[in-house]
């Protein structure tokens, strides 16, 4: 019988993934990803960029829901930052549910997730 497969976890780090919703799923302009928690140490975030293409992860501007602002990372655009932020607003409660793990799968947030 095999062995069940392990992750390897390296002291310090947690290993975690992380969704991008593409522009026509969300109605705005740029790549949003979303995780859950997965044992970080900061406030529910989302993460986004212009392509999902990326060189380093210091490409992603990263976004507090609550309360709305610009944590780290290149920011957007005032313009996309506001179409943003009214996004987040009309989803909060499922990004927010999915970060905490209420919501345990990325389909099921997918299904909640509205378009701006």
């Known amino acids: 019988m095999d ?3 392990e992750l390897e976890e390296t002291e310090g780090q947690t290993t975690y993934e992380m969704a991008n919703l593409r522009p026509e ?3 705005l302009p740029f790549v949003v990803w979303i995780s859950q928690r997965a044992g970080a140490r900061h406030v529910a975030r989302v993460k986004v960029a212009h ?3 990326l060189k380093a992860p210091s490409d992603l501007g990263s976004y507090a829901l609550r309360p709305f602002r610009h944590v780290e990372g290149p ?3 005032s313009a996309d930052e506001e179409l943003l932020r009214r996004w987040i607003e009309l989803n909060r ?3 927010v549910d999915f970060w905490d793990g209420t919501i345990e799968y990325t389909e099921d947030v997918l299904r909640l997730l509205k378009r701006v």
Do not use: H, R, V
């Open 51 to 53: 392509s999902p293409k």
């Open 3 to 5: 062995k069940p497969l």
């Open 25 to 27: 799923s969300t109605g």
């Open 75 to 77: 920011p957007l655009p």
């Open 93 to 95: 409660e499922a990004l």
